[in-house]
Nanobody, 124 residues
Framework: QLHLVESGGGSVQAGGSLRLSCAAS????????MGWFRQAPGKEREFVAAITWTGVIRDYADSVKGRFTVSRESGKSAVDLQLNSLKPEDTAVYYC?????????????????WGQGTQVTVSS
């Protein structure tokens, strides 16, 4: 079974930056993308970003495009998310995910493994 652990959350003021990291252990999904989702209080979990196994292709939600950057070392079961120009509406628990196809990357129901989440709080 794949075990994902996120780190790097915290509290910042609007305009600030954070870097989230996710490390995987155990059974890995070789060749599969990894991704990030977030869930704000009272809202559904939503897609934030995804990256292919090689790290060459990336995709972002429109709400974070140009501000967040997802990265991974090619062939490694670990992924980072750089959050810049943070806004109060970015406040949420951020989750790392693994185990889906690229076509299904934005569908929260199609990912097989999830981390425990890390809190990001942005104050105005």
């Amino acid at each position: 079974q794949l075990h994902l652990v996120e780190s790097g959350g915290g509290s910042v003021q609007a305009g600030g930056s954070l870097r989230l990291s996710c490390a995987a252990s155990g059974r890995t999904f070789n060749g599969a993308p990894m991704g990030w989702f977030r869930q704000a209080p009272g809202k559904e979990r939503e897609f934030v970003a995804a990256i292919t196994w090689t790290g060459v292709i990336r995709d972002y939600a429109d709400s974070v495009k140009g501000r967040f950057t997802v990265s991974r070392e090619s062939g490694k079961s670990a992924v980072d998310l750089q959050l810049n120009s943070l806004k109060p509406e970015d406040t949420a628990v951020y989750y790392c995910a693994a185990g889906t196809t690229w076509r299904e990357r934005t569908d929260v129901l199609k990912w097989r493994s999830w981390g425990q989440g890390t809190q990001v709080t942005v104050s105005s």
